[in-house]
C-alpha cells in the first residue's frame, strides 16, 4: 500500500496528490480529500512505535515511542483505491491520522498519531465512532527513548533493529 492517501475520486495522477501522509483528526471528516475515506474505507495500522524529533542545539533528535507494556500500538487510519489514469493500475493507499500531542509526548513535538484502544476498534472499522475517539493517547500508555540519527538515512539498512536501541540524546556518529 503506498503511503500517502490518494481519494477514489482523484481525477490527476497519483504523483500529483499533494501530501497527505497525515491527516488531522480535527479536519478529517470534512476535509476533501478525507471526508470519502473517513466515512467508509477506515483502517487500523499497527505498530510496534514510531519516531519524533526534537530539535536539540540546532540538529534533530530522533525518539522513539512504543506502548509501556510493549504491546502493539493501534494508530487510526484511512485507506482509498482508484486507478490511475496514467498507468491504468489500481493503487490502494492510506494515512495515518493525528492529533495534539499528549502531555507526555509534547516536548517532544506537538502532534502524535490517534492511538485507539482495543475497546474501540469495532466501532472505528464499522464507522460507528466518530471524531470522539481521534483523541490523544492517555499519558501512561507510552514510553520513549532517544536513538541513534542514523534513523534520519534512508535507504541504508531501514530494517535494522538497532535503531530503536537507546542512546545518549544528541549523540553523534553511528553504531
Not at 505498530?47 to 524529533?53: D, F, I, K, L, V
Not at 500500538?73 to 484511512?78: C, Q, R, T, V, Y
Amino acid at each position: 500500500m503506498r503511503w500517502g492517501l490518494i481519494p477514489g475520486w482523484w481525477k490527476k495522477t497519483a504523483k500529483e496528490v499533494p501530501s497527505t501522509f497525515n491527516a488531522r483528526a480535527e479536519t478529517v471528516a470534512e476535509k476533501p480529500m478525507f471526508r470519502s475515506a473517513f466515512k467508509r474505507t477506515r483502517c487500523i495500522v499497527p505498530a510496534s512505535g514510531y519516531y519524533e524529533w526534537r530539535t536539540i542545539d540546532k540538529t534533530k533528535q530522533p525518539y522513539f515511542i512504543s506502548a509501556a507494556d510493549g504491546a502493539v500500538l493501534s494508530i487510526a487510519g484511512l485507506w482509498d483505491e482508484l486507478k490511475d489514469p496514467e498507468s491504468g493500475e489500481t493503487i490502494a493507499s492510506g494515512t495515518l491520522i493525528v492529533t495534539a500531542a499528549n502531555d507526555f509526548t509534547r516536548a517532544i513535538h506537538d502532534r502524535m498519531p490517534v492511538l485507539l484502544g482495543q475497546q474501540d476498534h469495532e466501532a472505528w472499522l464499522t464507522g460507528k465512532a466518530g471524531v470522539e475517539v481521534l483523541r490523544p493517547a492517555p499519558n501512561d500508555l507510552l514510553r520513549m527513548w532517544p536513538v541513534w540519527k542514523r534513523v534520519n538515512v534512508s535507504g541504508r539498512g531501514d530494517d535494522d533493529p538497532s535503531l530503536i536501541e537507546p542512546v545518549e540524546a544528541n549523540a553523534t556518529g553511528y553504531p
